[in-house]
């Protein structure tokens, strides 16, 4: 009973829930002016900050180097943590008032586009970054598949998403305060490690994370080499 507001089928391994967004141009513009995912991140800056740091220190001590593409990003934390670092960074996002904030107080580039349609060269960057945006996504697969043509060989891919079989998740049902209606895909380790498999990456990492903030819910996160 707990699971009716979740629509409980498998699309190519992806638990996926019931929307109302039919194609491609649709989905753009619910994204298109949206600010709220800007405006949250940006209340938790230093957390965020301080996470996406530790992020690319990980990647980079696995061996990992620019230049970074993020999918879906947002506020642009991690392109600022990525430029920090010395690399280049480049940014997908959406939603224009993001891109915009992007733009102008990153000096990032960004483009407006999902990844199956921005002008990305092949093998150009030696990370993608995915953070709580697969699960936002059409194809998740076409996305991975994507980013594995992008990816320079031995790049890497990190992913953070939520899980649907954390314990807080498994114990709240569908109460769990990162159910929203524009999250197309959830996954399980075995779901997102299949999808990984089959889009050409091996995981090599995976970790199931607490809660670091309230509009940072627990998620599991898994660090891949093409």
Known sequence: QAEDG??????????TCALPISDAEE?????????????ELLRGEDIFKRRDADVLEELATSGASGPLLDV???????????????????GLELARPAAEHIRE?????????????????V????????????????DPGETLRKAAMVLRPGGFVHI??????SAKRLAAGI????????????????????????????????QNLPLACDIDYRFGLVMAER
Request: proline fraction near 5%; charge should be negative; charged fraction near 25%.
């Open 160 to 165: 953070a998403v939520p899980n649907w079989k």
């Open 123 to 138: 093998n150009s960057f030696g990370v993608v970054t995915l953070s709580h945006s697969l699960e936002h996504v059409l």
């Open 6 to 15: 979740i629509r409980d089928k498998l699309v190519t391994g992806v638990q």
């Open 175 to 206: 109460r769990i305060p990162w159910i929203f209606p524009e999250h197309i895909s959830y996954f399980t380790r075995k779901s997102l490690g299949d999808l990984l498999s089959r889009s050409g990456f091996d995981p090599i990492r995976w």
């Open 72 to 90: 879906g990003a947002g506020a642009g934390i991690i392109l600022a943590a990525a430029r920090d670092r010395g690399w280049d960074a480049v």
């Open 27 to 39: 989905y753009e513009a619910v994204y298109e002016e949206t600010d709220s995912y800007c405006e």
């Open 105 to 121: 107080e990153i000096g990032a580039t960004v483009h407006e586009q999902p990844i199956e349609r921005a002008p990305l060269a």
